[in-house]
């Protein structure tokens, strides 16, 4: 059935595994999702971005993850908002059919301009409010995503230029300016505004090039969480750009010709250890996303006369189901549905 993220992240939590979080903008990563979750009988959160929201229509979105919930009675599963700018999109998502919204107030509505305070507790309480006479949960955040090894923003990588050195890095793009919760403002945002679960920021950031290495405790604050969890004992935390970008991933997209720099996500282990300490739902987009990837370019690479959707497509999401199996299983959310 469709429930909320409340009910999902209480019973991780009771039974101390995590959960991930993958978007979605389409049938085949809903599908993908629910086989990986079906085989594995496990509970499930799906999200989906303003972005994906748009691309894929509200109304088919609604009616897709209604047909997941009838294919599989038996799996609990999420219907999140990935990231609400205002009260007004998590409003609308409501309205929609989604079980669980995240008010990102560490935001302007604008997405990109870190806010106050005040602000964020404003429009987060605004938010808390609504759903809970609704019955549905609400994510907020406190504290500004980012990589700690990019301090300065700067511009977004120019897609014309060649593809060459292999170690160098893409920038960041704009906005991507890091400031790690403070613990203490962590304890005093939850009391403020009653979130059923708080993402935190520890040096994590969206998309492929989170790390120019594998990340230590100096680009990956763990320890962060460790302080807010001795906090707020009680609290579900997230863990947002918790890709793992693997290297064979990465391998297997070059391969087949396509662009990518050597980069480094978040190793599973390390979102092990944030499990231990309260990490209760883990966002996952970025590997999904290169795993179909990868399985497109494979099919259009070695037999280039193939034009039927799909040939690529059922490939692409057995990657994806393939990459949620393996997320489900490290977080220890197998065998909970
Ligand atoms: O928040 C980031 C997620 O990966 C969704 O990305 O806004 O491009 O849909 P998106
Ligand atoms: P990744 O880009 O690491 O997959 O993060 C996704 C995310 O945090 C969505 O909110
Ligand atoms: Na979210
Ligand atoms: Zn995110």
Redesign the pocket.
Known sequence: PLVNLRTVLDHAAANSYGVAAF?VNNMEQIQAIMEAANETESPVIV?A?RGARSYSQDNYLRHLMLAAVELYPHIPVVMHQ??GNSPKTCISAMDNGFTSVMMDGSLLEDAKTPADYDYNVKVTKEVVALAHAKGVSVEGEIGTLGSLEHKEPSAAPKAAEPHDADLEQEPEPEGAMSHLTDPEEAERFVADTKVDALAVAIG?S???Y?FTRKPDGDILAMNVIEEIHRRLPNTHLVM????SVPQELQDEIRKYGGKMNQTW??PVEEIQRGIKHGVRKI?????NRMAMTGAIRKVFSLTPEKFDPRDYLKPAREAMKKVCIDRMVAFGQAGHA
């Open positions: 978007n999200q971005s990935d990231h994590t969206h998309g492929a989170k947002h750009g918790s890709s996500g978040v966002n996952v987009d970025t590997d």
